[in-house]
């Protein structure tokens, strides 16, 4: 079953930017989003960012300044806007989410950052 539905990958240029997005599926609607993942082949998942915690939103040190997570709290949505792109950004990017104590995962979505 699908929880979380992520949307926006995609082929950008290096210093480019796109913007994910990442809902609740429509049988899922409780199911609440609240982090961005990536990861390359042969490596473990890794955090990019996430919102809800205590900062609000926090970030990987290789992100910062360059990628921004946010929240509609109405459309229980979350984004990603990735700007200043670098090929090693290059992955799929997936969402993270919680119901209660249960973690869900979204499909991913490709992010190519190439010339």
């Known amino acids: 079953q699908v929880h979380l539905v992520e949307s926006g990958g995609g082929l950008v240029q290096p210093g480019g930017s796109l913007r994910l997005s990442c809902t609740a599926s429509e049988d899922h609607r409780t199911v609440v989003p609240m982090a961005w993942y990536r990861q390359t082949p042969g490596n473990e998942r890794d955090l990019v960012a996430t919102?809800?915690?205590?900062?609000?939103?926090a970030y990987a040190d290789s992100v910062k300044g360059r990628f921004t997570i946010s929240r509609d709290n109405a459309q229980n949505t979350i984004y990603l806007q990735m700007d200043s792109l670098k090929f090693e950004d290059t992955a799929i990017y997936y969402c993270?989410?919680?119901?209660?104590?249960?973690?869900?995962w979204g499909q991913g979505t490709q992010v190519t950052v190439a010339t």
């Open positions: 919102t809800m915690g205590d900062p609000s939103t």
């Open positions: 993270f989410g919680r119901r209660g104590f249960s973690e869900y």
